[in-house]
């Protein structure tokens, strides 16, 4: 063979090796991001799980003091019910567990950090990997394995307030 026809089949043999690396590096980078996909992290509950949005009730922060006035519009107005109050520190579970009892709730799930935003059947759901929480803040279904955090409330009147 002569020299430039050595330089051609070189050039060839390179061309293809990084024909082959490039497409190896992205069929690899693919089933990478294909696996984090199914890893969490993203709003994919588990089929049978309801997500349903759970409905928010007013509410105002002054001082970390957060407060809903109540009434027979709001969405906590009947026991059982349980809803999302958003302010400017985030968003708070709420429900009515009896009677003028009120219990408020953080609402960013123990299992992996997604924010709480169902409510199906008087439990809170998590719409990212389908942990139910029931109104107290305890785990009724994993993967969550611990509660969610319970804020005091009061009841003054028509007003409910917790301190965050």
């Known amino acids: 063979m002569t020299r430039s026809t050595d ?16 497409t190896a590096c992205h069929a690899a980078s693919l089933v990478a991001v294909g696996a984090m996909a199914g890893c969490g992290g993203g709003p994919s509950a588990p089929s049978g799980v309801s997500t349903t949005p759970a409905p928010t009730v007013p509410a105002t922060l002054n001082a970390r003091v957060v407060t809903i006035p109540l009434d027979t519009a709001t969405a906590i107005s009947t026991v059982g019910a349980g809803a999302i109050a958003q302010t400017s520190l985030g968003s708070f579970l709420v429900a009515q567990t009896a009677p003028g009892v009120y219990t408020a709730l953080g609402s960013t799930c123990t299992h992996e950090a997604c924010t709480v935003t169902g409510f199906s059947d008087g439990r809170y759901v998590c719409p990212c990997h389908g942990s139910q929480y029931a109104t107290s803040g305890s785990v009724v279904t994993g993967p969550a394995t611990r509660a969610l955090p319970q804020f005091p409330t009061q009841v003054n009147g028509s007003v409910l307030t917790f301190t965050v």
Do not use: G
């Open 7 to 22: 330089s051609i089949i070189q050039l060839s043999t390179r061309t293809t090796r990084r024909r082959f690396c490039a």
